[in-house]
């Protein structure tokens, strides 16, 4: 007989389910808020009072989203799997639902239950495109025990297919440009063995449009890859040829409106993807 709170067991593909998740690359960075509509959505299809979704590494539930929880919000809050309702949902092809609480066999054990804190909780998987569960997308009723109709979760469901696409759309896209930087870095030391990573940079940021000065474009201009035009460094015809071959070209960065420092962040960020160079 349970008398006492039992975390939930350890997914039987556990490694594999967290590789996954560290692909996606949200967990600590500032995407969280790409989320928050999801979460407010389901509130309002809902009616409870909180939700949350969360990404599970392999150590922690990493809170991504949490809107309408009675403590203050925690940006990149994590917390132990071994405390979380959410944990169960990970182990779960459906959505977990339990609308009293405290007729649960297990929940109602849980400290916030006992509490009295929570009372209704809604628990749907967040699976990627090959079935692992990443993490979990929770609704939460603090005043009461609230019943939610088939249709509303139903709905609630397709919301969190969509951001699941989401989050697959992304992390293609990621590797896709992890792939696409890799091959124009070859493609790059193979024009000039003796190139650095700052000189594979400097000729990606001329190839962006940036005005750089002729004392840290001077390997470029040297190399033939670059020449000066109105005291502005630009590519020269042979330039051209090698920005072709590396497929890298300023459409690249249109569907995002960078300049001058934000442009260097966005390819110091790409740069960070080549961790091997």
């Not at 967290?18 to 995407?31: H, L, S």
């Not at 309702?85 to 182990?91: A, T």
């Amino acid at each position: 007989l349970i008398m006492e709170w039992v975390p939930a067991p350890t997914p039987i593909n556990e490694n594999r389910r967290a590789q996954a998740v560290e692909k996606t690359g949200i967990i600590g960075t500032d995407q969280i808020y790409l989320f928050d509509i999801y979460v407010e959505i389901a509130k309002d299809i809902s009616g409870y009072d909180a939700g949350s979704f969360s990404l599970y590494d392999s150590q922690n539930q990493c809170m991504i989203s949490e809107i309408g929880k009675p403590e203050p919000r925690e940006i990149h809050r994590k917390a132990d799997k071994a405390a979380s309702i959410c944990s169960y949902v990970l182990l779960e092809k459906n959505p977990l639902i339990v609308f009293d609480l405290k007729k649960h066999e297990i929940f109602k054990y849980h400290p916030a239950v006992e509490s009295g804190m929570v009372h209704s909780y809604c628990g749907f998987p967040v699976r990627n495109k090959d079935g692992y569960a990443m993490g979990t997308f929770c609704i939460f009723n603090f005043g009461g025990i609230k019943e939610i109709p088939e249709e509303k979760l139903d709905l609630i469901e397709k919301l969190v297919s969509r951001l699941a696409l989401q989050i697959d759309t992304q992390t293609d896209q990621k590797e896709l440009t992890s792939q696409k930087i890799s091959k124009s870095v070859d493609v790059f030391y193979d024009f000039n063995s003796e190139f650095k990573l700052t000189d594979y940079k400097n000729f990606i940021d001329v190839c962006s449009g940036l005005n750089l000065s002729k004392d840290i474009a001077s390997n470029l201009i040297n190399s033939g890859l670059c020449e000066l035009k109105n005291n502005n460094v630009i590519l020269s015809s042979e330039g051209n040829e090698l920005q072709e071959k590396m497929n890298v070209f300023t459409r690249v960065y249109n569907n995002i409106k960078v300049e001058g420092k934000e442009a260097n962040s966005l390819i110091d960020n790409a740069l960070d993807e080549l961790s091997e160079l």
